[in-house]
């Protein structure tokens, strides 16, 4: 099983960045995705998630309006699109598969956003 998540860099405030994130050795379509975030000295935080039919998501209260995730079960990737930027939104990122059965993790991307 693999998670392999990209997009992240340094942007300036207000700026946007769309982060990927694309998996193989599992049955993607049958996962439920999500992206989370954590900053040096914090806790690992949920971001946004979207069911395994596309006809649900969810987000954070800091990620609504501003985040938008994404998925294309054809290329098995997953996609947090972000705009209006805040320096408070930097942190690594990670991408996130569960179901029922199982939970998958991939490494993160580091996202910076300066003020």
């Known amino acids: 099983v693999q998670l392999q998540a990209s997009g992240g860099g340094l942007v300036q405030a207000g700026g946007s960045l769309n982060l990927s994130c694309v998996t193989s050795?599992?049955?993607?379509?049958?996962?439920?995705m999500g992206w989370f975030r954590q900053s040096p000295g914090k806790e690992r935080e949920f971001v946004a998630a979207i069911s395994w039919r596309t006809d649900s998501r969810d987000y954070a209260d800091t990620a609504k309006g501003r985040f938008t995730i994404s998925r294309d079960n054809a290329r098995k990737t997953v996609y947090l699109q972000m705009n209006s930027l805040k320096p408070e939104d930097s942190a690594v990122y990670y991408c996130?598969?569960?179901?029922?059965?199982?939970?998958?993790w991939g490494q993160g991307t580091l996202v910076t956003v300066s003020s």
């Open positions: 050795g599992f049955t993607f379509e049958s996962y439920a």
């Open positions: 996130n598969a569960w179901n029922m059965n199982n939970d998958y």
